[in-house]
């Protein structure tokens, strides 16, 4: 599994120990959008996995960009890592996964506003720093905020709300 940043590798490997034990997998980091980085690891461990997945943050960027993207890590790597390659856009930013669990952000704060699609959300981690200072504290993208709202998160229940995480479990699921 490939992420763009360290607070994204907090959340995700944060999640995965919420499925049971169903999945194992290493998380490894980008650090920003550098498909070449994401080809490398895909290429140096194809043989070692059934299924590599690299999660895409849109953020602001066109869908041009990120399928651009996706088509730069494909691209890069070899037909049989191909086979085994997963790209998922996450809208906007992973923090769109843990603001689609409001009884995450409850079990937190003791309460949760928002209530919309965090997926429409132009920025989620914006919202998910404003419904947090509601209860005094600071959201700051690292490693450690990153496993505290992936341990919160109830999968399930957030893939509801959330199409791209919805997709990201059942890749899981179906390798």
Not at 6 to 32: H, Q, T, Y
Not at 95 to 114: H, K, Q, T
Request: net charge positive.
């Amino acid at each position: 599994m490939i992420v763009e940043g360290p607070s994204d590798r907090g959340f995700v490997k944060a999640l995965l120990g919420k499925l049971g034990g169903r999945v194992e997998a290493r998380v490894a980091v980008m650090n920003g959008y550098r498909p070449d980085k994401a080809a490398r690891i895909v290429e140096a461990y194809h043989h070692k996995i059934d299924l590599a997945i690299v999660l895409l943050d849109k953020h602001c960027n066109p869908e041009e960009r990120i399928a651009g993207m996706a088509e730069a890590i494909r691209g890069r790597v070899s037909e049989e890592a191909r086979r085994k390659l997963r790209i998922i856009p996450v809208s906007r930013a992973i923090e769109a996964w843990a603001l689609a669990d409001p009884d995450a952000l409850r079990s937190i704060c003791g309460e949760a506003r928002f209530t919309g699609n965090p997926e429409e959300l132009h920025d989620p981690a914006k919202e998910l720093r404003r419904e947090l200072a509601r209860c005094g504290k600071l959201y700051v993208k690292t490693p450690e905020w990153g496993r505290v709202l992936g341990e919160k998160v109830d999968p399930q229940r957030a893939s509801r709300a959330s199409r791209s995480l919805r997709e990201f479990l059942e890749a899981l699921e179906d390798p």
